[in-house]
């Protein structure tokens, strides 16, 4: 099914002039009033929408070069084969023109985009929590301690309504928040809505935090895995995995300055049992003492996993924050994932990967990766393009307890170059049953949904759908095609921002730091057609969208692949970017110079 997709003849033959109405493979079919060139999409967004170029219904130029797609992207052809279809034997010599090559792929050299300019003038954080007899660094503070020198230097204002304060009833940022004059007193004080801040307390919105005691201890290297590093020795020894006696357990498992549960202490053998009796091991103990490493839970002692027919929202890297999930939940997604984090990072006390485990209240059904609950797995079809490998661990998986598994239609050498093999992912299905198997893969519409529902799997899980169009998820549930509107997309984000105040802090760095997953976000949501615009329905995801004006500026500017647009964008929600600011996205096939 995908690969006939994938190797359809073109209907519009390479080079020369192209008919703007015509189906081409591997572009969006946007109806022929509204496409445009590339410099005058530009002309027009330049000009802010005020001169509206004629639309011409030939998009190429004087040279007969189709503009419709940038150049990186043309049609990828056969080996030995040029653009007019003649073999490269058959086709007369001639020059090519000299073109820039275009970046493809991850920018993993990217410049770093931390704003550094109020590095010199931040506030001590004594006086942010205003407990300014109290500094954490006494008279080593290198920050500043006059609130009025800082407010001298400190940028305007990005708007008149904070997030934090009407949601909680307190900002904690205090006169650091950027949209401070919401909440400061005419001395200066932060103010308090005291019955929206007692209301606000209990539960915290926000879970799966970590302590700061624990963090100081993972820190420290103060919390001691004797049972981890006892098993990486037998391992390292070749002996097999397995129970440890009890009186091979070291003394002193418990972690070095946690607290102790009262009456713990070395077990005492009573007197008078008889001399048959053996003398027991001084092992010390803290808390109930369980079976738990000596017997295994039998599979259907186990709690179980039921989300057949559920839509999973994957484990997205960098645009799968909390931000994004909630507003996905929104829009009707029913199981959430955090994202991808690194166990190690993890046990050294990183914030900046605990981060990625944290949950709102929203997200009912939410997943994040340890054990003694279900586990899931999710995997491509195998590693090179044509040995697929997924059907031969798919029942091993299964024997070993896994509750769920996710299958991407893809292996790891193909990426995202060709279309996702449902079929193969039918055969998966029935190689993993009685396990539940999700479908992952080109999923843009409630059609495509329907199609990979008729394969057989679980349920299925959405990845760029859901970045190029959040509200995916409403469009499946209610069967039908949405035609939002510029604004409705523009109040999306918005709500994305608002988000992200409240999740990273609206100070600047929490305010920098928004932009910044709304500027990657940016590079997905760019690449949607509106369903207006389009002339067959719906759109697919490995169709690149040619140069065309939207119904409205702002749709326009929406449909722009220029960073410099996306920021502009940004602006419109998070006010001006700091001096020098520099954006590259983190994958530069969504950037075009």
Same mark, same amino acid.
Request: net charge positive.
């Given at each position: 099914?995908?690969?006939?997709?994938?190797?359809?003849?073109?209907?519009?033959?390479?080079?020369?002039?192209?008919?703007?109405?015509?189906?081409?493979?591997?572009?969006?079919?946007?109806?022929?009033?509204?496409?445009?060139?590339?410099?005058?999409?530009?002309?027009?967004?330049?000009?802010?929408?005020?001169?509206?170029?004629?639309?011409?219904?030939?998009?190429?130029?004087?040279?007969?070069?189709?503009?419709?797609?940038?150049?990186?992207?043309?049609?990828?052809?056969?080996?030995?084969?040029?653009?007019?279809?003649?073999?490269?034997?058959?086709?007369?010599?001639?020059?090519?023109?000299?073109?820039?090559? !275009?970046?493809?792929?991850?920018?993993?050299?990217?410049?770093?985009?931390?704003?550094?300019?109020?590095?010199?003038?931040?506030?001590?954080?004594?006086?942010?929590?205003?407990?300014?007899?109290?500094?954490?660094?006494?008279?080593?503070?290198?920050?500043?301690?006059?609130?009025?020198?800082?407010?001298?230097?400190?940028?305007?204002?990005?708007?008149?309504?904070?997030?934090?304060?009407?949601?909680?009833?307190?900002?904690?940022?205090?006169?650091?928040?950027?949209?401070?004059?919401?909440?400061?007193?005419?001395?200066?004080?932060?103010?308090?809505?005291?019955?929206?801040?007692?209301?606000?307390?209990?539960?915290?919105?926000?879970?799966?935090?970590?302590?700061?005691?624990?963090?100081?201890?993972?820190?420290?290297?103060?919390?001691?895995?004797?049972?981890?590093?006892?098993?990486?020795?037998?391992?390292?020894?070749?002996?097999?995995?397995?129970?440890?006696?009890?009186?091979?357990?070291?003394?002193?498992?418990?972690?070095?300055?946690?607290?102790?549960?009262?009456?713990?202490?070395?077990?005492?053998?009573?007197?008078?049992?008889?001399?048959?009796?053996?003398? %027991? #091991?001084?092992?010390?103990?803290?808390?109930?003492?369980?079976?738990?490493?000596?017997?295994?839970?039998?599979?259907?002692?186990?709690?179980?996993?039921?989300? !057949?027919?559920?839509?999973?929202?994957?484990?997205?890297?960098?645009?799968?924050?909390?931000?994004?999930?909630?507003?996905?939940?929104?829009?009707?997604?029913?199981?959430?994932?955090? $994202?991808?984090?690194?166990?190690?990072?993890?046990?050294?006390?990183?914030? #900046?990967?605990?981060?990625?485990?944290?949950?709102?209240?929203?997200?009912?059904?939410?997943?994040?990766?340890?054990?003694?609950?279900?586990?899931?797995?999710?995997? !491509?079809?195998?590693?090179?393009?044509?040995?697929?490998?997924?059907?031969?661990?798919?029942?091993?998986?299964?024997?070993?307890?896994?509750?769920?598994?996710?299958?991407?239609?893809?292996?790891?050498?193909?990426?995202?170059?060709?279309?996702?093999?449902?079929?193969?992912?039918?055969?998966?299905?029935?190689?993993? #049953?009685?396990?539940?198997?999700?479908?992952?893969?080109?999923?843009? #519409?409630? $059609?495509?949904?329907?199609?990979?529902?008729?394969?057989?799997?679980?349920?299925?899980?959405?990845?760029?759908?859901?970045?190029?169009?959040?509200?995916?998820?409403?469009?499946?549930?209610?069967?039908?095609?949405?035609?939002?509107? %510029?604004? &409705?997309?523009?109040?999306?984000?918005?709500?994305?921002?608002?988000?992200?105040?409240?999740?990273?802090?609206?100070?600047?760095?929490?305010?920098?730091?928004?932009?910044?997953?709304?500027?990657?976000?940016?590079?997905?949501?760019?690449?949607?057609?509106?369903?207006?615009?389009? $002339?067959?329905?719906?759109?697919?995801?490995? &169709?690149?969208?040619?140069?065309?004006?939207?119904?409205?500026?702002?749709?326009?500017?929406?449909? /722009?692949?220029?960073?410099?647009?996306?920021?502009?964008? /940004?602006?419109?929600?998070?006010?001006?970017?700091?001096?020098?600011?520099?954006?590259?996205?983190?994958?530069?096939?969504?950037?075009?110079?």
């Amino acid at each position: 099914m995908a690969e006939g997709t994938a190797e359809a003849p073109l209907e519009n033959g390479g080079g020369g002039d192209s008919g703007a109405g015509a189906l081409e493979r591997g572009v969006a079919p946007i109806k022929p009033q509204y496409l445009t060139t590339k410099e005058q999409f530009h002309q027009f967004l330049e000009a802010k929408g005020q001169e509206k170029p004629c639309r011409e219904t030939e998009v190429g130029d004087s040279a007969g070069n189709d503009l419709a797609e940038p150049e990186a992207k043309r049609i990828r052809l056969e080996d030995g084969q040029t653009e007019d279809g003649q073999t490269e034997e058959a086709a007369e010599p001639r020059e090519q023109p000299q073109t820039q090559k !275009r970046a493809r792929g991850q920018n993993k050299g990217r410049p770093h985009v931390k704003p550094t300019h109020y590095d010199k003038n931040r506030l001590c954080p004594s006086l942010i929590q205003e407990s300014a007899a109290k500094c954490f660094f006494g008279d080593r503070c290198r920050f500043l301690h006059d609130v009025g020198r800082y407010l001298e230097t400190k940028p305007a204002d990005l708007g008149p309504r904070c997030v934090l304060f009407e949601t909680f009833g307190r900002c904690p940022y205090g006169v650091t928040c950027r949209f401070a004059g919401a909440h400061l007193g005419p001395e200066g004080q932060n103010l308090v809505q005291e019955e929206l801040a007692a209301r606000g307390a209990q539960p915290p919105p926000v879970r799966n935090g970590l302590d700061k005691a624990l963090q100081q201890q993972l820190r420290k290297r103060e919390v001691r895995f004797e049972r981890a590093e006892l098993a990486l020795r037998r391992f390292s020894q070749g002996q097999p995995p397995g129970p440890t006696p009890a009186a091979a357990v070291p003394e002193g498992t418990v972690a070095k300055g946690a607290p102790r549960q009262d009456n713990c202490g070395a077990q005492q053998v009573p007197t008078g049992l008889g001399t048959s009796t053996p003398p %027991s #091991s001084p092992v010390r103990t803290c808390g109930p003492l369980t079976d738990e490493d000596v017997v295994r839970l039998r599979p259907c002692e186990k709690k179980r996993l039921d989300i !057949r027919g559920k839509l999973y929202l994957a484990p997205l890297t960098t645009c799968g924050n909390l931000p994004f999930r909630r507003i996905c939940k929104r829009f009707g997604a029913d199981v959430t994932c955090g $994202e991808m984090a690194v166990c190690t990072n993890l046990l050294q006390g990183q914030m #900046s990967e605990w981060a990625l485990l944290k949950r709102h209240q929203c997200e009912d059904i939410f997943g994040v990766q340890v054990l003694d609950v279900p586990l899931t797995v999710k995997i !491509r079809t195998g590693v090179q393009e044509r040995v697929n490998l997924a059907h031969r661990l798919l029942p091993e998986l299964r024997d070993w307890g896994v509750a769920l598994v996710t299958l991407h239609g893809r292996s790891r050498e193909q990426r995202y170059t060709k279309l996702a093999d449902w079929q193969y992912i039918e055969e998966c299905v029935k190689a993993a #049953s009685p396990m539940p198997l999700f479908g992952n893969g080109d999923i843009l #519409s409630f $059609e495509d949904a329907n199609h990979a529902m008729q394969t057989g799997v679980a349920g299925i899980m959405i990845a760029r759908g859901a970045l190029l169009k959040p509200w995916l998820f409403t469009e499946i549930k209610e069967q039908r095609h949405w035609d939002i509107s %510029s604004s &409705e997309r523009l109040d999306i984000l918005r709500d994305f921002t608002s988000y992200g105040l409240e999740h990273w802090g609206s100070d600047t760095q929490g305010v920098e730091k928004t932009r910044r997953f709304l500027l990657e976000w940016l590079s997905f949501l760019c690449r949607y057609v509106p369903v207006g615009l389009l $002339e067959r329905l719906p759109q697919r995801i490995n &169709e690149r969208p040619p140069y065309y004006l939207g119904r409205d500026y702002l749709e326009t500017l929406m449909a /722009s692949q220029k960073a410099a647009d996306w920021i502009r964008i /940004s602006e419109m929600l998070l006010g001006p970017v700091p001096p020098n600011f520099v954006f590259l996205p983190k994958h530069k096939a969504n950037a075009y110079k």
